[in-house]
């Protein structure tokens, strides 16, 4: 029969498999995060921008990290081109004036 116990590599310490699979918590955790307030993004390509944008628009400061200044500058064209979608609909609705989507 299989050993119950799962040896960690490079460590003497074993852990109880059964334990493992039962336990909801993990075996290192960090403390709790109690508030947000600052975001970071590791590129802004297709999914990063967005989550860069959202996050920004949601009151969190956003702080991000490229391979090099173009990717940089491509990523921030990106979120401009994003947000004058969005306003330039908003305008169209009513909800916005020509004068505020094009400042």
Do not use: C, W
């Amino acid at each position: 029969p299989r050993s119950k116990k799962m040896a960690i590599r490079g460590s003497s310490m074993a852990i109880n498999r059964t334990m493992l699979m039962r336990q909801p918590h993990r075996l290192f955790s960090a403390p709790a995060v109690t508030e947000i307030k600052k975001v970071g993004m590791v590129g802004l390509g297709l999914m990063g921008h967005g989550i860069a944008q959202i996050s920004a628009q949601s009151g969190y400061e956003v702080v991000a990290v490229e391979t090099n200044q173009a990717a940089l500058d491509l990523g921030q064209k990106r979120i401009e081109g994003s947000l004058e979608k969005i306003y330039s609909k908003m305008a169209a609705k009513g909800k916005l004036t020509e004068d505020d989507a094009n400042a």
